[in-house]
């Protein structure tokens, strides 16, 4: 096996056995609460006792409710996203300033729409918005069949929308379904619920680049369409539209609503930015590994599987944070990842082996998986159910702009050995074109700018 499948196994034994204690946990807390409930009357050794109270088998059915839908949409999400930059790059051959132009697109699509899909949703019912992005999605997957331009500016107009409702509405449904459901109760906890959607959308992923890396772009788009059409089957909900005054403004001048949406807005940019420049990162410190010499084409569909078994390790390390610990809270946890997710980005700029970018960006997915699940759980303890939808959309435009900012000065180029530039072994120096000096230069300001959040996070935020 060459290095990149050596990591991807590593982590597959890795997730394996924080999933199986995990498990373990999982089981131990079901019979503490049956013993405490007096219900083991029934139990011998040996024997699970089988007979749940209400409280589990709301949140069993709850649970058999809302994650085949999420597996869905998130398998066609996980399909085709990867791959749009080689896609685009490699098989439409479209230079690296038309592609940051269709990515800006798709960013400025998202910002826009995230005014009002929210409350469209909050107002109208959060099922139908489901049903909506999923159309969305479709019909981004289908433009890529096209080498017509406008046509994939459009398509990347719609994939901006989609992905705008795909993290606003189905968040916002499960959380008010969980209060609705008073799930509380039970040992179905929120943060728990987060964890575990990070955990699924991450094997997901690994799938999902596993199956890409079989197949060349754009089959992955092809499959993905038909996973979306697939999951707009009707989910039940007792999400009812949300009729009742808003107090939008108070609560968006809340301290710690603007703490989480500054937050959001520079790690999550930050992650947008990686997603876009990781490829062409890679791709160049291979060159300068290679001396520009022919050598293997990366194999970025494993790549991505490992980058997504580093975040489902990140949701695995938050879920056993939770529930081993009781000073160990989201606040801290979000405050550490965003500081250690800094460290990531700085260290590729100083340390240029192919292997160490790989593995400074496996720590930042890490990050990645750890971020969400606070973050989520953070956002449903602050924000209420009647404006939720709406609030959620609205924090997702000042990451949108701030990605769109800094995709708009992207210029072409790539490491080069050739003619006058040259590497000095013993000082690690080298030149570089345009391109890879804009790379570094913005992975240097996300690094200082996650840093800004995190004294942020301690000084505002409070669990």
């Known amino acids: 096996m060459d290095f990149y499948q050596v990591n991807l196994f590593a982590f597959v034994l890795l997730n394996s056995s924080l999933i199986y204690r995990q498990h373990r946990r999982e089981k131990a807390a079901d019979l503490s609460e049956k013993i405490q409930a007096g219900e083991t009357e029934n139990l ?148 728990g619920i987060f964890g575990l959607m990070i955990t699924v959308s991450s094997v997901v992923a690994v799938a999902a680049g596993l199956v890409g890396q079989l197949l060349r772009p754009p089959k992955p788009h092809g499959i993905s369409k038909i996973l979306e059409a697939a999951s707009r089957r009707p989910v039940p909900s007792r999400n009812p539209p949300q009729n009742q005054p808003r107090t939008l403004t108070s609560k968006a001048v809340d301290r710690q609503i603007l703490t989480l949406g500054l937050a959001s807005c520079c790690f999550e940019g930050s992650m947008y930015l990686f997603i876009f420049f990781w490829s062409p990162a890679l791709k160049s410190s291979h060159a300068l590994a290679h001396h520009n010499q022919p050598s293997n084409i990366l194999p970025f569909g494993i790549i991505f599987a490992c980058f997504m078994g580093a975040m489902m390790s990140g949701s695995q390390l938050f879920t056993a944070a939770m529930a081993s610990t009781n000073w160990l809270t989201s606040r801290v946890i979000l405050q550490a990842v965003v500081t250690v997710g800094s460290v990531s980005l700085l260290a590729t700029i100083f340390f240029r082996n192919e292997f160490v970018t790989f593995w400074c960006f496996c720590l930042f997915e890490v990050c990645v998986g750890m971020y969400f699940p606070s973050m989520g759980y953070l956002k449903g303890k602050v924000i209420d159910d009647g404006n939720r939808a709406h609030l959620y959309g609205l924090l997702r435009i000042p990451y949108n702009v701030f990605v769109v900012v800094a995709l708009s000065l992207t210029q072409e180029g790539e490491y080069y050995l050739s003619g006058r530039p040259q590497i000095d072994k013993e000082h690690w120096l080298i030149w570089c074109v345009p391109g890879d000096m804009y790379r570094e230069i913005i992975f240097m300001c996300c690094s200082g700018l996650l840093l800004i959040v995190s004294a942020v996070i301690g000084v505002l935020l409070h669990d």
């Open 44 to 191: 011998i050794d040996g024997d699970d006792y089988d007979s749940s109270p209400p409280e589990q088998d709301r949140a069993a059915t709850f649970k058999k409710l809302f994650f085949p839908v999420y597996v869905l949409v998130w398998a066609a999400d996980w399909l085709q996203g990867p791959f749009i930059y080689t896609l685009y790059k490699d098989e439409k051959h479209l230079s690296e300033p038309t592609v940051a132009r269709l990515f800006t697109t798709g960013f400025l699509a998202g910002a826009a729409s995230a005014f009002f899909v929210g409350s469209l949703a909050d107002r109208y019912g959060r099922r139908s918005a489901c049903l909506v992005c999923c159309a969305t999605i479709v019909l981004s997957c289908l433009s890529v069949l096209s080498d017509d331009i406008r046509v994939l500016f459009v398509g990347r107009a719609l994939g901006g929308l989609g992905t705008t409702l795909m993290y606003t509405v189905f968040e916002a449904w499960m959380v008010t379904e969980y209060n609705q459901r008073a799930l509380q109760r039970s040992s179905l906890k929120l943060s």
